[in-house]
């Protein structure tokens, strides 16, 4: 895939971006030390103020990046306002980068209740008794909440709430950099209008 810190022709040959996502999302659970699919992603509010913050991808394919959220959180309303995002995946032990732009959907419930009942039992507790983003008036508070909900739950399956699921990034544009010498860096980008059309791909000055 590289040589030197250099994309090479196999990566320029390839026509399909996730081949190439799939590849060094790979290599990158390798010799990163924490979370290989931590992401920024980014938003923005209603006022068309710009908001970032770390997410862990939890699927990918040829739709789109799922992850997963309280839509009643912060993201969650600016997401559902906007249906838009862009995310940056960045992995330093391969210096290497991907940016991400694109339209959002909500996932399918049946996509929401596998991945939510694949989790912990305390994050799916967490689900129920976080009002994420909203002032906490101590740490009391949220303890009480887990312990309320450790008690509702104590037997049996815990539901998935109704104000949490996934959203997938529908990508329009996705954009590979790999680190070069002298700041010479390698930018390839995959550019699409609507789903289901063929990429079209560019080489970028650094």
Known sequence: M??????????????EPFTVFAEWLKEA????????NALALATVDETGMPNVRMVLLKGFDERG???YT???????HEILGQ???AMCFHWKSRRRQVRVR???EVV????????FASRPRGSRIGAWASKQSRPLESRFALEKAVAEYTAKFHVGSIPRPPHWSGFRLKPVS??????????????IRFVRTEDGEAWEKARLYP
Do not use: C
């Open 65 to 67: 990046f799922v992850f």
């Open 29 to 36: 659970t390798e010799t990163e030390i924490n979370d290989p």
């Open 102 to 104: 694109g339209e959002i």
């Open 2 to 15: 590289t040589d030197n810190g250099l994309i090479t022709s196999d990566f320029q040959a390839q026509n």
């Open 174 to 187: 996705i954009e590979f950099w790999q680190d070069g010498k002298f700041r010479l860096h390698d930018r």
């Open 70 to 76: 309280n839509f009643e959180s912060a993201k969650g």
């Open 83 to 85: 249906m838009k995002a």
């Open 108 to 115: 399918s419930s049946e996509e929401a209740d596998e991945y």
